[in-house]
């Protein structure tokens, strides 16, 4: 007899409420409070100098509406904070701290007042991809040239950390390769117990960045219990509904989307240029036809605002 599987959070969310809303950009609320982030560790480098920021902008978004917030370690990872000089343990140590903050601001804003029609917000501990440590733009075209051991080898460490910080879930975002999400949902097998979800970037609306065809990543994650969500991450918003409804149909997971909002970004020069669903009211919009095209998780990615979530959130609350 198949020994069952412990509770999914997210699926225990979407028992009884339509979507689950995730949270915004964090970098770009950093960069509001005046953090300077232009430093390969990212909002990572806001850990080492004004960590209160990371919770006030984790507990921005809850106050907005989100059911879920996506923790601040994308870029922090142990080869990342040694560039630094910062050895392996206190490397280590704030990793965990990034799921610590958004548990503080989680648990604050829930003891503040009643809130019905919603559930207690999840911490999401966010695993960027092998390309963000490079910071070179490879996460947007995942040709890394190297093999699977290196990858979980890279990965690893900062799973480990970001499970014994008590994450709810593991979030796999901006992963631009088949052979990277594979990687990632295998070492899952490691720590028994814990979901997490697999987020995409994107070519185009049928496409991830190194060209493979959603549909082959969703039969090819379909095989991982543990994999709780599959779904697209820091893409334009134009491509967003296509893949959705690609992946809505090659699935049986919840499908997330969290896009960027609107604007368009060159990683060549690191700029962003402006987009047609930028202001709040058509980025609803926008997030109404992706939950008619299948999502049930949805929110906001590079910048993003707790503005454009409440504006999303409002839909689906009264």
């Known amino acids: 007899m198949r020994k069952p599987l412990p509770n999914n959070p997210i699926e225990a969310i979407l028992d009884h409420y339509p979507v689950m809303i995730l949270d915004g950009a964090m970098a770009t609320e950093l960069e509001r409070h005046g953090c300077n982030l232009d430093d390969p560790l990212w909002s990572a480098r806001v850990l080492l100098e004004q960590p209160e920021l990371i919770r006030r902008v984790h507990a921005d978004y809850f106050r907005a509406g989100a059911d879920c917030a996506i923790t601040a370690s994308y870029q922090a990872t142990v080869e990342g904070f040694a560039a630094k000089g910062i050895g392996e343990e206190q490397a280590l140590n704030l990793i965990r701290q990034t799921v610590t903050l958004a548990a503080e601001a989680r648990d604050a804003f829930w003891a503040e007042a009643e809130h019905n029609g919603r559930p207690k917000p999840l911490v999401a501990a966010s695993v960027g991809p092998y390309g963000a440590y490079l910071a070179d733009g490879s996460e947007y075209v995942g040709q890394y040239g190297v093999d699977d051991e290196r990858l979980a080898e890279f990965h690893r460490p900062r799973m480990r950390a970001l499970v014994e910080a008590g994450a709810d879930v593991l979030a796999f975002e901006t992963i631009p390769s088949l052979q990277e999400a594979v990687v990632l949902a295998k070492l899952l097998e490691e ?67 969290y896009p960027n909002s609107g604007e368009s970004y060159d990683a060549s020069t690191k700029t962003w240029h402006a987009g047609e669903t930028a202001a709040c009211g058509h980025f609803a919009d926008a997030a109404r036809v992706w939950h008619e095209a299948g999502a049930k998780l949805i929110g906001g990615c590079c910048r993003t605002t707790p503005e454009q979530i409440a504006a999303i959130a409002s839909m689906w609350r009264n």
């Open 191 to 257: 720590f028994p117990g814990t979901y997490a979800w697999v987020s995409f970037s994107l070519r185009d609306g049928s496409r991830i960045s190194e060209g493979t065809p959603l549909k082959e990543c969703a039969y090819a994650l379909e095989a991982y219990p543990f994999v709780a969500a599959i779904g697209v991450n820091c893409a334009p918003s134009s491509a967003a509904a296509e893949a959705v409804a690609q992946l809505a149909v090659h699935t049986s997971k919840p499908v997330l989307v």
